[in-house]
């Protein structure tokens, strides 16, 4: 079965379910007798309808009147246009009420950093004393070299020479993973790796979830990081969420540990003998079982963004066991790792029920 | 031939694709089979002003609509006789015309036949639009050129456009991709293109011989530009079909995403189409055991594949910022500091971007695998039949 073609249906799931209908009867029932202006925007009718998918039932584009009542309040993804009281959307997106607040949350967002948070970057321009990184934000991300381990050492100080040889740390294409250093009034984030689990990505599988609204994608959560057991006889897994939606999926290398070990070093030099292979761009072999559940992994990742569901540590886990389960109940076995289309839907599905 | 887009990916990514991809069976990043193709969604008649319309999605979200418009034109003639010109066999045409002349009347009838059959390739005028690239960029107008090739190659198409001697339908192909190219966008298009075509449907001619048309003003009785076989409701031959097909080591992988196109060592534009000679005294032979069609190849292009544009990967042994901390002669490569640009001899694990042509034999088993009987084209036209186009 080589291809698949299914009638067409709605790329969003529908809204999360602080329903239309009760907040209809909020509004009417309410205080004041405050009214969203629907009707006269033309809008398709408030009232539930099966006919209609509820995802058109109270979106709004930019520049649409939500209500000309002064006693709402205004919230993210609204304006009020000077001399009046209209307020007014500035996204395209579904109307959200909480009380008297009235906000539109986006359809389809691009990441806003935070200061903390952890990303997954990819170097997209190299310059004199910085690199530029595409974290899927509004802007590039900078990551100056001052905010790097430096070979030889952390306390090393930033030389001539480094900045000279600045494309042998990062260049064009690489993939980072960096924690959000400082902000920039304009929203523009500064970068850093100078820790143990940052740095550059190797041996593994990128996959780019960011940009899709409606509660689905990466969340911001306790952990983002984390190593996992592979099944089917593939080796351990490391998952690096980044909060910006793009994620690493990598075969686990025991690095620490490993070159303690050769170079009976003491925890105290830890930090030199890290660094070494940090800016390596070379994979370690890997085994193709190992390979296939890395493969299998990013499935799951990809199909539960497919589905409208989200991606933190215990959807992937569970998503992951749930896909393993269904490749065993297959024709197959285990080499059978597509999580696309129908199956991705049976996936979620199952994910959900539980 | 003109390149698809610049990807940007490490040398780790890359090596770890090349890897993966070479494993028998390759294992893909989506988890497909080799043959396999993206899920997709389809429908047709979405543009009430065309003659055909389609829109064919992605799960991804990469999105292609084609509408087809047909307009009435006159035949162009030259002054002294009934002869057809094209730019395409202009030279052709002039030849045996002066043949022609030289053999003198006899040769009046073969060249009426001509005439009665012929089309010529200006009557289809078909513009690619990618969203973010100009017109004339040089991707959009080879993705243009290769569909509209697939179309005129065997001049069956045309033919189907003649109304009489001297009238003839113009056709619009309009292609337009909604979203942005998010992966080499050949298949999404040319799937799409095939769909708007079955779909098509021209006014139902009510005006007979040579004179000026005149067409039925009901709809519903127009008839589709491909005929419907009134018994089975099947299409009797069908629009072409272009498929992207790439090598990687000895696999062989079908409708290849951005990120296996980065590690391709070859990629090539396959186009096929139904063979509507051979097809009669085949179902007789074959008497319907074997369910696949004769395919008929039209065209093959070669892309250009990103993988020779990508930064070859550093071995740890070269790399300057690789073992600091070890000292292990790292003095040779200190002095090197731009041994990232260096082409070094394979290592494992190491991205190395694929150099020299494509060989021979990788080349005749790409197409061999297209056209195998009961394979993957065939299951393409398929289910693209099984589309509503009511």
């Known amino acids: ?354 | 031939m003109a390149s698809s887009q610049h990807v940007l990916l490490s040398p780790a990514e890359l090596s770890y694709l090349h890897s993966s991809l070479s494993l028998t069976p390759p294992l893909r990043p989506d988890g497909r089979s080799p043959t396999q193709y993206r899920p997709l969604s389809a429908e047709t008649g979405i543009l009430p002003g065309t003659n055909g319309s389609a829109r064919i999605c992605f799960a991804d979200g990469t999105e292609a609509i084609v509408g087809v418009k047909a307009e009435v034109e006159k035949t162009k003639r030259r002054w002294d006789d009934d002869t057809i010109f094209s730019e395409n066999n202009h030279h052709q045409q002039q030849q045996q015309q002066q043949q022609q002349q030289q053999e003198g009347e006899e040769e009046n009838e073969g060249r009426n036949n001509n005439d009665e059959e012929g089309g010529s390739s200006d009557w289809v005028e078909l513009t690619v639009e990618i969203p973010g690239y100009r017109d004339d960029d040089s991707g959009t107008v080879f993705l243009g050129q290769m569909l509209s090739e697939a179309l005129l190659a065997d001049g069956g198409f045309v033919k189907r456009l003649r109304i009489n001697r001297r009238f003839h339908w113009k056709l619009f192909l309009d292609i337009l991709l909604i979203s942005p190219p998010l992966s080499y966008p050949l298949p999404l298009l040319s799937l799409t293109t095939h769909l708007a075509l079955l779909a098509t449907r021209l006014p139902k001619l009510k005006s007979e011989g040579d004179e000026d048309p005149f067409f039925d003003d009901d709809w519903a009785a127009a008839p589709y530009l491909y005929a419907r076989d009134p018994a089975t409701k099947r299409v009797a031959e069908r629009p072409p079909v272009t498929l992207l097909v790439m090598a990687v080591g000895g696999n062989i992988i079908f409708d290849p995403s951005k990120e296996e196109l980065a590690v391709a060592d070859v990629v090539l534009a396959v186009s096929v189409g139904d063979d509507a000679q051979g097809k009669g005294e085949d179902r007789m032979d074959v008497d319907g055991s074997n369910p696949g069609r004769n395919l008929k190849l039209l065209s093959i292009r070669t892309v250009d594949p990103p993988s020779r544009l990508t930064p070859p990967g550093v071995a740890n042994a070269a790399n300057s910022a690789y073992g600091h901390a070890q000292v292990v002669n790292t003095g040779a490569n200190q002095k090197m500091p731009e041994a990232r640009q260096t082409e070094s001899e394979a290592v494992e694990g190491v991205w190395k971007p694929p150099r020299g042509g494509a060989k021979a034999v990788v080349m005749g088993a790409l197409v061999q695998k297209v056209l195998v009987r009961g394979g993957v084209a065939d299951e393409v036209l398929d289910a693209l039949e099984g589309v509503d186009t009511s």
Not at chain 1, 201 to 226: C, D, K, P, T
Request: hydrophobic share 35%; proline share 6%.
């Open chain 1, 1 to 354: 079965m080589p291809i698949t073609i299914l009638p067409p249906k709605f790329s969003h799931p529908p809204p999360p379910p602080q329903d239309i209908s009760d907040s209809d009867s909020d509004l009417s029932s309410d205080d004041g007798g405050a009214h969203l202006d629907f009707a006269s925007l033309g809008l398709p009718n408030r009232k539930p309808n099966p006919a209609n998918n509820p995802l058109f039932t109270n979106l709004v584009t930019p520049g649409t009147l939500i209500t000309p009542d002064p006693q709402w309040m205004r919230g993210h993804g609204t304006y009020i246009p000077p001399h009046t009281t209209h307020i007014t959307s500035s996204l395209a997106g579904i109307i959200t009420r909480t009380n008297k607040l009235i906000s539109v949350s986006p359809l389809r967002a691009r990441y806003t950093p935070e200061v903390g948070d952890l990303v997954v970057g990819r170097i997209v321009e190299v310059q004199a004393k910085r690199w530029r990184v595409d974290v899927g934000s509004v802007q590039l991300a900078s990551l100056p070299l001052s905010a790097i381990n430096l070979p030889g050492g952390i306390l090393r100080k930033r030389t001539e020479t480094d900045e000279l040889q600045i494309r042998t740390f990062f260049a064009e294409g690489d993939l980072v993973v960096a924690e959000v250093q400082q902000l920039f009034q304009d929203g523009g984030a500064v970068l850093h790796t100078r820790s143990l689990k940052y740095g550059k990505l190797r041996n593994g599988l990128f996959a780019a979830v960011s940009g899709v609204g409606g509660g689905s994608g990466v969340v911001r959560s306790r952990r983002q990081v984390w190593t996992m057991e592979g099944q089917n006889g593939g080796g351990k897994m490391d998952v690096i969420l980044g909060v910006n939606g793009y994620v690493w999926i990598s075969k686990h290398v025991e690095q620490v540990a490993k070159e303690l070990e050769q170079k009976h070093m003491g925890i105290t030099n830890m930090e030199e003998n890290v660094s070494a292979g940090v800016y390596s761009s070379q994979n370690d072999p890997i085994d193709s079982d190992t390979m296939r559940e890395i493969t299998r992994l990013r499935g799951v990742v990809t199909a539960l963004v497919e589905n409208g569901c989200r991606v933190d540590e215990d959807m992937v886990i569970r998503g992951y066991a749930e896909a393993c389960e269904m490749a065993m109940l297959s024709e197959t076995g285990p080499e059978d790792i597509y999580l696309g289309g129908q199956r991705g839907e049976e996936l979620t599905r199952a994910l959900r029920g539980n």
